[in-house]
């Protein structure tokens, strides 16, 4: 596993310095590197993803354990060094992508979306944190072969994904996460965990695909609903502090069968996820009719 001293010298081997622009804050607490691993439950042979590898420190690791590791880097300087280093010691274990994880804020990279295709794989990676919501939103809702994600991330995004009804940090993404999956914390990180050290709190944390959606029509244990209610939870919360009634006239003007629970008087803030996707499941129904 790389030291800071052996980042640094591949920095510079590189001649390149850490840009904060593109997040390139490298986590150096080996224990934190081996936490994460082990906390996905990879195995030799599974196939990874990971975005921002940055100098391999945490791709070293789900090498040495037998991962195929598809990564993705933005920042061609890093794709240099990753193959002149690590793809020559693992081969074809090592695919390194370079470009966007991202062709928009829904699709992966056309060549990421190539390598993986339909096969089951995990996100392991230390995420640059401008990246992290578009690509974990479009993992959960777009690639069910996606079957967990297991990053380190801001503090306060992490705080997103579980956060609860009534509370400020609940949102869109919390809806998808706890809908579509288990949301967990791996372990708070302080700034010295990383080099440079962030400005910014971080944490880690897992989300794990549920086996079986809860649903109550079919139409929500398909891969097209998912995109249609991210949207459309968004625009409820786009209006939290509204009664349901009014935002649901802002979508339709059709009347709808209220799901088991949830009266027009309630706020989108106050509905269980699974009562937030019945929901947005009978203005769909009346709304494309």
Same mark, same amino acid.
């Given at each position: 596993?790389?030291?800071l ?5 591949? *920095? ?5 310095e850490?840009?904060?622009s ?7 607490d080996h224990?934190?590197?081996?936490? /994460? ?9 599974d /196939?990874?993803?990971? %975005? ?5 420190a945490?791709? %070293?690791?789900l ?6 590791v ?10 240099? *060094? ?12 090592l /695919?390194?992508? #370079? ?12 060549? /990421? &979306?190539r390598?993986? @295709?339909?096969q ?6 230390n ?10 939103l !479009? ?9 967990g994600?297991?990053?380190t991330?801001?503090h306060?995004? %992490? ?5 609860l ?11 998808i996460?706890q809908?579509? @999956? #288990?949301?967990g914390?791996?372990a708070?990180?302080?700034p010295g ?7 910014? @709190?971080? !944490? ?6 549920a086996? #079986?959606i809860?649903?109550?029509?079919g139409?929500a ?12 939870t ?7 502090r509204? &009664?349901?009634? @009014?935002?649901v006239?802002?979508?339709t ?9 949830v ?5 989108i ?6 009562? %937030? ?5 009978a203005?769909y ?5």
């Open positions: 596993m790389q030291t001293s052996e980042i640094k010298e591949l *920095l510079a081997i590189a001649g390149h850490p840009k904060k593109l997040g390139q804050n490298f986590l150096i224990n934190l590197i081996r936490k /994460l691993v082990d906390s996905s439950g990879v195995e030799a042979g /196939l990874v993803l990971e %975005v921002g590898p940055g100098t391999g945490l791709t %070293v690791e090498l040495e354990r037998g991962c195929k598809v990564a993705c880097e933005l920042d061609r300087a890093f794709v240099t *060094l990753l193959n002149d280093t690590l793809g020559k010691e693992f081969g074809d274990q /695919l390194v992508i #370079e470009g966007d994880c991202l062709s928009n804020k829904r699709e992966l990279n056309v060549e /990421l &979306k390598l993986l @295709g339909d089951p794989f995990k996100l392991v990676a995420l640059p944190y401008h990246a992290a919501t578009p690509l974990m !479009a993992l959960m809702t777009q690639y069910m072969n996606c079957t994600m297991y990053t991330i801001q306060e995004v %992490v705080e997103r994904f579980g956060a009804p009534g509370s400020k940090a609940y949102g869109t993404i919390s809806v996460a809908c579509l @999956g #288990e949301v914390l791996i708070k990180l302080a965990c990383f080099w440079p050290p962030p400005n910014v @709190g971080s !944490a880690m944390m897992r989300w794990e695909r086996s #079986e809860d649903s109550d029509s139409s244990s398909e891969i097209s609903w998912w995109p249609t209610m991210a949207d459309m968004q625009s409820f919360f786009q209006r939290r509204k &009664k349901l009634s @009014g935002s006239k802002s979508i003007t059709s009347p709808i069968d209220w799901p088991s629970g009266t027009s008087d309630d706020r803030d106050s509905l269980m996820p699974q009562q %937030v996707n019945a929901l947005c499941q203005v129904r009346v709304s494309k009719d």
